[in-house]
């Protein structure tokens, strides 16, 4: 029988944690995005955005600029990538980049991540789980000055650059996976997929200090939680 996470389960410890939750955080690590010199770039022009979108974008724009998420670029840049927006169930805008062709010219590393198996394969025995949720996911890994550069997006209130590391990059997962990976290394019984940390333990007692220990990596690490959508138990 698997426990399922209760509120009042949770571990008296997690309020030691609490600098663990926020809106987004900031990985040690800056990288860098390499690509094939011999791919020419690609400038898109702006995709139309409806007119009734506009004020939830430029608002948008402005909290992810206020983030350090993206900053307005004015000098020219060799690769310019669409924009897209997504309207949320809620009213809410998600803003995507669309870089296709940019993802033609990214040069990958190809790391194999562990999948959904391999990760399940390891919790035979274990009865007890917790799921930990990074906020934003990728944002929380910097990028330097020039693969800035080459995420450069038009939108009707400008040009800007991504700072932080989006979705819909060719290695976004590899990279992101392997900064969390690098966190909870070493520790039994805890893994990462995605945007989430899973920790296992076949008893409350064993489980409670794998999770102790996850989150006093992470605080150290400079990662963020959504708190609202961890699950301990």
Not at 32 to 54: C, E, G, L, N
Not at 126 to 134: E, P
Not at 206 to 221: G, M, P
């Amino acid at each position: 029988m698997v426990v399922k996470p209760k509120e009042e389960q949770l571990p008296s410890f997690i309020s030691e944690f609490e600098c663990c939750f926020g809106e987004l955080g900031t990985l040690p690590k800056v990288h860098k995005i390499v690509i094939d010199p011999s791919v020419p770039p690609v400038i898109h022009p702006p995709r139309r955005v409806p007119i009734t979108i506009q004020p939830k974008l430029k608002e948008e724009l402005d909290r992810m600029e206020k983030l350090g998420v993206i900053s307005k670029v004015t000098e020219p840049t060799d690769w310019v990538s669409s924009l897209v927006v997504v309207e949320k169930p809620d009213g809410s805008i998600r803003i995507c980049l669309d870089p296709k062709d940019l993802n033609q010219a990214i040069k990958r590393s190809h790391v194999q991540l562990p999948t959904a198996e391999d990760i399940i394969s390891k919790m035979t025995g274990a009865r007890y789980f917790s799921k930990l949720d990074a906020s934003s996911g990728y944002w929380q890994t910097k990028l330097d000055e020039e693969s800035s550069k080459l995420l450069c997006f038009n939108s009707p209130f400008g040009r800007y650059k991504f700072n932080r590391l989006p979705f819909g990059v060719s290695n976004a997962s590899e990279i992101f996976q392997l900064d969390i990976a690098e966190i909870i290394e070493g520790i039994e019984g805890a893994a990462n997929a995605q945007d989430d940390i899973i920790v296992w333990g076949d008893t409350k007692e064993v489980h409670d200090q794998r999770l102790h220990e996850v989150l006093s990596r992470i605080k150290d690490s400079g990662l963020k939680l959504n708190r609202k959508k961890c699950q301990f138990c």
